[in-house]
């Protein structure tokens, strides 16, 4: 069972940078996807960024690119990924949730890559961008 630590949320003003850390462990994670989604006040939740833990293959939400980047860092036991978030606009604001499952995170495709039921969810980070 792959269990998931999401940290590095908090409240920044526009143009301001956070970084999120999602720990993924309890699991062999050679050949899954992790991703990140949000949910904004009175929105429904989309998916952001994903990586995939075995050949780093990334996808992004077309309004975040050049702005985010994902990464990861694989041990034996755990995968840890960072999404650095610059250049924070108020619409960036939400709750920020990481998960996973053992599909593909396609560069080219929003749909094939966050359009489908992940297996496990984190519990959440809040980000607020606002002055």
């Known amino acids: 069972q792959v269990q998931l630590v999401e940290s590095g949320g908090g409240s920044v003003q526009p143009g301001g940078s956070l970084r999120l850390s999602c720990v993924a462990s309890?699991?062999?994670?050679?050949?899954?996807?992790v991703a990140w989604f949000r949910q904004g006040p009175g929105k429904e939740r989309e998916g952001v960024s994903c990586i995939t833990t075995n050949d780093g293959n990334v996808a992004y939400l077309s309004s975040v690119k050049g702005r985010f980047t994902i990464s990861k860092d694989n041990t034996d036991n755990t995968v840890t990924v960072y999404l650095q978030m610059d250049d924070l606009r108020p619409e960036d604001t939400g709750i920020y949730y990481c998960?996973?499952?053992?599909?593909?995170?396609?560069?080219?495709?929003?749909?094939?890559?966050?359009?489908?039921?992940?297996?496990?969810w984190g519990q959440g980070t809040q980000v607020t961008v606002s002055s």
């Open positions: 309890g699991a062999v994670l050679h050949s899954h996807t």
């Open positions: 998960a996973v499952d053992g599909g593909y995170c396609y560069p080219r495709s929003y749909h094939y890559s966050f359009k489908r039921p992940y297996d496990v």
